[in-house]
Nanobody
């Protein structure tokens, strides 16, 4: 129901835009988030956005470089990633909370729906 895309391989300093398209049900009223998991590491929070885009949250390491946004008419959430660093290399996952949970959450346990990951590789 959540399809992430847009990953790839870039050099440090480059940019990528990830997309997460929802199908089968509408997520226009759901909090959406992006998480990532690097090899040998636990999954970590990256960014989240409220149902109407009015509130966002980012992990410190991506503040000023990544931007989360959404287009509810397209049932899609985006993660614009600029000034990429090798440490950003990971599989990126999009996730959604149940629509009745409106709080922007940073813990993966609060998310109910998950997409498959998309690989982002940043070389130095």
């Amino acid at each position: 129901q959540l399809q992430a895309s847009g990953g790839g391989s870039v050099q440090a300093g480059g940019s990528l835009r990830l997309s997460c398209a929802a199908s089968g049900r509408t997520f226009s009223s759901a909090v959406m988030g992006w998480f990532r998991q690097a090899p040998g590491k636990a999954r970590e929070f990256v960014a989240a956005i409220s149902w109407n885009g009015g509130s966002t949250s980012y992990t410190d390491s991506v503040k000023g470089r990544f931007t989360i946004s959404r287009d509810n008419a397209k049932n899609t959430v985006y993660l614009q990633m600029n000034s990429l660093k090798p440490e950003d290399t990971a599989v990126y996952y999009c996730a959604a909370r149940r629509p009745d949970n409106r709080a922007v959450a940073t813990r993966d346990g609060f998310y109910d729906y998950w997409g498959q990951g998309t690989q982002v590789t940043v070389s130095s």
